[in-house]
């Protein structure tokens, strides 16, 4: 049986999904302990991500293998600077200094930057990573962090906001439909793997970094 793109991406990725919902900060993040400040350096570091992809996404949106991926509400940048300003007051409280460019989420945008120029097919895998990943949990987190910073209403958690329930599957559904609808030969099919279980480990480099000394 021939396996869509989206299915493709989900066998070969979940031992890394799995070791990355582990890592560094997540497990904090995931029981509510995670402090404020943590919790920013992490969406700070997240917002460097998303604006390198979506840079990579917008520039090539009529490409022909990336055409079917159109970002819309899927897109988080603006989101997530909203976000931050919200939840800076809570982070400055914290008495530690502002990680602001971890060594992982630099080299993640470097990575993104170089397939923007050079391969943006592959670009898809990441967009497989981060959406997918976000319309499945985001509504979870969104729970937590309310819980864990006393946050009202859509206060410092636009981020996760993808609509209500229904919508959150549709647009998942969508997502899955226009990954199996890229145009991909098997050699880029396979490259779109492999890149997707890249940027897991490099999540993984990233949430371990965060869990670090802050510096």
């Given at each position: 049986?021939?396996l ?10 979940s031992a ?8 560094g900060?997540?497990?904090a993040?995931?029981?509510g302990?995670?402090p ?7 969406q ?9 992809l979506e ?5 090539h949106?009529?490409h022909p293998q ?10 988080r ?11 800076a007051?809570l982070a400055?409280?914290a ?5 602001l460019?971890?060594d992982?989420a630099?080299v ?6 170089t397939?923007?120029d050079?391969?943006p097919?592959?670009l898809?895998?990441?967009a497989?990573?981060?959406y ?9 987190l969104?729970?937590?962090a309310?819980?864990?910073?006393g ?7 636009r981020?996760f906001d993808?609509g209500p ?6 647009r ?7 990954l199996?609808g890229?145009v991909?030969d ?10 997707a ?7 993984v ?8 000394p802050v510096?």
């Open positions: 049986m021939n869509g793109l989206a299915q493709r991406l989900r066998d070969g990725t890394w999904h799995a070791a990355a919902e582990r890592a900060v997540m497990p993040l995931l029981r302990t995670l404020a400040a943590g919790f920013w350096q992490l700070r570091n997240l917002l460097l991500v998303y604006q390198a840079a990579g996404l917008e520039q949106a009529a990336l055409a079917p991926l159109q970002l819309g509400p899927l897109a940048s603006a989101a997530l600077q909203t976000d931050l300003a919200d939840l007051p400055a409280t008495d530690t200094a502002v990680l460019h971890a992982a630099t993640y945008v470097q990575r993104l930057q397939l923007a050079q391969q097919p592959v898809a895998a990441h497989y990573v981060r997918l990943g976000d319309l499945a949990g985001g509504q979870a969104r729970r937590v309310q819980r864990a910073y946050l009202q209403g859509d206060t410092g958690t981020f993808f329930p229904a919508q959150v599957a549709q998942g559904q969508a997502l899955r439909r226009a199996d890229l991909l098997e050699a880029t099919a396979q490259a779109l793997v492999a890149e279980q890249w940027a897991f480990a490099q999540h480099r990233l949430f371990e970094e965060l869990a670090g510096h």
